[in-house]
C-alpha cells in the first residue's frame, strides 16, 4: 500500500517569491508520482508527472519538481509564483507494476499569494 | 477543458435518499476512475472501471455501486444517504496501454451533492 504526506496544509508567499511545496511518499514498491492543481470550485488538473528517468521534471505554468529516491520525496517548486497561482496543489502516487490504477493523494497543500 | 463530463454539477437531497451521478469519458479512453473529496477524507479512490468491468475497488461504502456501460460511460450510483456523504465525486479518464500517456488521470469538474 502506498501513503501520501503533504507537509504543509497551507503556505503563504508573497507575489514573485520562490515557493516549495513539500510531498513525501512511503511505498514498498516502485510508484509513479504525480502534482495536481485544483483552483476553485475546479476539478484537477495535472501539473506534472514523475515516471522515470531524469529526476527534475518540469510541468506547466513554470512548475518543476524533483524526485529523490533516498527520502522519498517529490517536492515541487516554481522560482516566482503568481495570483493566478493561488489553489489547493495535490501530490499523488500510482503503482507502477499496476500501471494506471487507483491514484494516492495527500491531503493537499493550499497555496495563498499575496500581493 | 479534460474533455472528461460530468453530470449533474451540483445536487441537493435529503437522508435516505438515491442518487446516480454520470460522467463520460475522453473520447477513446477505456478507463474511468471515480474519487470522493470531503474535507475530513480528503481525495479518495471508490472504484475504476475498464472497459465495462471492474478493475479495483477502494474505500467504497455498500451503499454505492457504480457501471460502465458500452458506450463507456459510467454511473455512479449512492442510496440511503447520509449526511457524511456530502462531499464533491470526480470521474476521471485514461488512456488505454499502448496509447499516448497511458498513465495520466484527466479529471471532470466534480459533482457536488448535498445530503440535508
Known amino acids: 500500500a502506498q501513503s501520501v504526506t503533504q507537509l504543509d496544509s497551507q503556505v503563504p508567499v508573497f507575489e514573485e517569491a520562490p515557493v516549495e511545496l513539500r510531498c513525501n511518499y512511503s511505498s514498498s514498491v516502485s510508484v509513479y508520482l504525480f502534482w495536481y492543481v485544483q483552483y476553485p470550485n475546479q476539478g484537477l488538473q495535472l501539473l506534472l508527472k514523475y515516471l522515470s528517468g531524469s529526476t527534475l521534471v518540469k510541468g506547466i505554468n513554470g512548475f518543476e519538481a524533483e524526485f529523490n529516491k533516498s527520502q522519498t520525496s517529490f517536492h515541487l517548486r516554481k522560482p516566482s509564483v503568481h495570483i493566478s497561482d493561488t489553489a489547493e496543489y495535490f501530490c499523488?502516487?500510482?503503482?507502477?507494476?499496476?500501471?494506471?490504477?487507483?491514484?494516492?493523494f495527500g491531503q493537499g497543500t493550499r497555496l495563498t499569494i499575496n500581493p | 477543458d479534460s474533455g472528461v463530463t460530468q453530470t449533474p454539477k451540483h445536487l441537493i437531497t435529503a437522508t435516505g435518499q438515491r442518487v446516480t451521478l454520470r460522467c463520460s469519458p475522453r473520447?477513446?479512453?477505456?478507463?474511468v476512475y471515480w474519487y470522493q473529496q470531503s474535507l475530513d477524507q480528503g481525495l479518495q479512490f471508490l472504484i475504476h472501471?475498464?472497459?465495462?468491468?471492474?478493475?479495483a475497488k477502494g474505500n467504497i461504502l455498500e451503499r454505492f455501486s457504480a457501471q460502465q456501460f458500452p458506450d463507456l460511460h459510467s454511473e455512479l450510483n449512492l442510496s440511503s444517504l447520509e449526511l457524511g456523504d456530502s462531499a464533491l465525486y470526480f470521474c476521471a479518464s485514461s488512456a488505454r496501454p499502448g496509447r499516448e500517456r497511458p498513465y495520466e488521470q484527466y479529471f471532470g469538474p466534480g459533482t457536488r451533492l448535498t445530503v440535508t
Open positions: 473520447s477513446g479512453d477505456l478507463s
Open positions: 499523488a502516487v500510482s503503482d507502477v507494476r499496476r500501471g494506471a490504477q487507483k491514484l494516492v
Open positions: 472501471y475498464y472497459n465495462g468491468e471492474e478493475r
